[in-house]
């Protein structure tokens, strides 16, 4: 069974940046498309960014411009560069593993995912 680790999460200024990075353990990993979801207090989860195990990126409106995701199949790492932060970006931050090497649609639904971390915060404020 794999599991997924974030970290990176914490409080920023507006105009700042975070890089989260999620860990996976276990042995699939490359074979496995990821993403990262964001849940912002009453609101519902969203994913901002997916990445297939090959080739394939795909970003929310919400973030394009804004949000790199990057993997290392070697060491089973995915993660997330935010730039250009801002208080609409303060959410747990959640990543996932696929159940397939690609995405099917954007936004993928849950089902798409086999395994979610426990979450890191993102606060964003002055």
């Known amino acids: 069974q794999v599991q997924l680790v974030e970290s990176g999460g914490g409080l920023a200024q507006p105009g700042g940046s975070l890089t989260l990075s999620c860990a996976a353990s276990g042995r699939t990993f490359s074979n496995r498309a990821m993403a990262w979801f964001r849940q912002a207090p009453g609101k519902e989860r969203e994913c901002v960014a997916a990445?297939?195990?090959?080739?394939?990126?795909t970003y929310s409106e919400s973030v394009t411009g804004r949000f790199t995701i990057s993997r290392d199949n070697a060491q089973k790492t995915v993660a997330l560069l935010m730039n250009n932060l801002n208080a609409e970006d303060t959410a747990v931050y959640y990543c996932?593993?696929?159940?397939?090497?690609?995405?099917?649609?954007?936004?993928?639904?849950?089902?798409?995912?086999?395994?979610w971390g426990q979450g890191t915060q993102v606060t964003i404020s002055s």
């Open positions: 990445i297939n195990s090959i080739y394939g990126i």
């Open positions: 996932a593993r696929g159940v397939g090497a690609y995405i099917s649609s954007f936004p993928p639904p849950a089902q798409d995912f086999d395994s």
